[in-house]
C-alpha cells in the first residue's frame, strides 16, 4: 500500500516513528480498563446505558478514499486540518479553563453527550478522564440510560437534562429548562459551560462518525497512568493540535507511522 501523507524526501528513522506509535497523542487515544478489557468492549459486554448495551454496529470505514480504510483521528485532521488549532483552543478553553464546574463534571457532561449520540470513541475517552479527574467508575452504569440511578451529584441533573434535550431536540429547550438549572444552585456560566460542552461534543461526535474515525487498539488500551498524569496540564487539545502538525512535518503519518515502508 503506498505511503499516505508524507512529505517528499523524509524518511523519519524508525526510532522516531516507533516512539511516535507507542506514545502519540492526546486524551483521545487514552482508555480506561475494565477486567482487562478496553471500554468499548466492555460497555457492549456490560451495557452502556445500563440494562442494554448500545446496539452493536460495523466497524466504522473511512469516508475518504485518501486516508486508510480505518483511519484514526491524527490522520483525518492532518488532512483537513483547517480551523482544527481554533477548536483545539476553544476545547482546552471550555474543558479546561475556569469554571463554575470542575474538570471532571466538563468531562462527565462530554461522556454524556457522547453516550446520548452512540459515539463510543469519544464516550470512552472522556469517560476515561472524568474518572481520573473524580468520577466513580460506578457512575456510568447507567449515566446514559438513567441519570438519577447514577449516583452522581443531584445538582448535575438539570445540567444533564439540558444537555439531553439540546442534543436530541434542540427547538424543545425551554425557559423552565434553564430555570432548573438555576433553582439548583448554578450560575449562568455553569448554564453557558454546559451548552459549551454540550455544543462541542455533538460537533465532535458528527466529526468521529462522519469521518469513520478510528484507533489502533493497543493506542485504546494505554495504561491510564498516562492520562492520570496529563490531571495538571491545562492545554491538552492544543498539544494534540501541535502533535498533529509536528507528525506531519516530520513525514510519520500514514504507512510510515504505522510500521509501512
Known amino acids: 500500500m503506498a505511503a499516505r501523507f508524507v512529505p517528499a524526501g523524509i524518511a523519519p528513522p524508525p526510532a522516531l516513528r516507533a516512539l511516535y506509535r507507542s506514545i502519540l497523542i492526546y486524551p483521545y487515544y487514552y482508555a480506561a480498563q475494565v477486567d482487562g478489557l478496553s471500554l468499548s ?8 446505558s445500563g ?19 480505518n483511519p484514526e483521528m491524527i490522520e483525518v485532521f492532518a ?14 478553553t471550555i474543558l479546561r479553563g475556569p469554571s463554575p464546574l470542575s474538570i471532571a463534571e466538563r ?15 469519544s464516550y470512552d475517552s472522556h ?27 443531584e445538582r448535575l441533573l438539570p445540567l444533564l437534562a439540558y ?22 444552585g448554578w450560575s449562568e456560566k455553569a448554564l453557558f459551560h454546559t451548552i ?11 466529526l468521529v462518525e462522519g469521518t469513520g474515525i478510528t484507533t489502533d487498539p493497543a493506542r485504546r488500551n494505554a495504561t491510564r497512568d ?30 510510515s507511522m504505522m510500521g509501512g515502508t
Open 51 to 69: 440494562t442494554e448495551a448500545f446496539a452493536e454496529r460495523a466497524v466504522p470505514m473511512s469516508k475518504f478514499p485518501s486516508l486508510p480504510a
Open 226 to 255: 498516562r492520562a492520570a498524569n496529563e490531571q495538571d496540564n491545562l492545554t491538552p487539545y492544543a498539544g494534540f493540535a501541535r502533535s498533529i502538525t509536528r507528525a506531519s512535518e516530520c513525514g510519520i503519518l500514514g504507512d
Open 127 to 153: 469517560r476515561s478522564f472524568a474518572e481520573v479527574h473524580g468520577i466513580a467508575p460506578e457512575c456510568f452504569a447507567l449515566l446514559v440510560s438513567d441519570p438519577a440511578a447514577a449516583g452522581i451529584d
Open 163 to 184: 444537555a439531553r434535550k439540546l442534543t436530541q431536540a434542540p427547538s424543545s429547550v425551554s425557559d423552565s429548562d434553564a430555570d432548573d438549572v438555576y433553582a439548583a
Open 107 to 121: 468531562e462527565l457532561i462530554a461522556a454524556y453527550v457522547s453516550g446520548l449520540n452512540q459515539c463510543d470513541f
Open 79 to 92: 488532512t483537513h486540518s483547517e480551523g482544527f488549532e481554533s477548536l483545539c483552543d476553544y476545547h482546552d
Open 41 to 48: 468492549t466492555a460497555a457492549y459486554k456490560c451495557g452502556r
Open 196 to 206: 459549551a460542552v454540550t455544543g462541542i461534543f455533538n460537533l465532535m461526535n458528527r
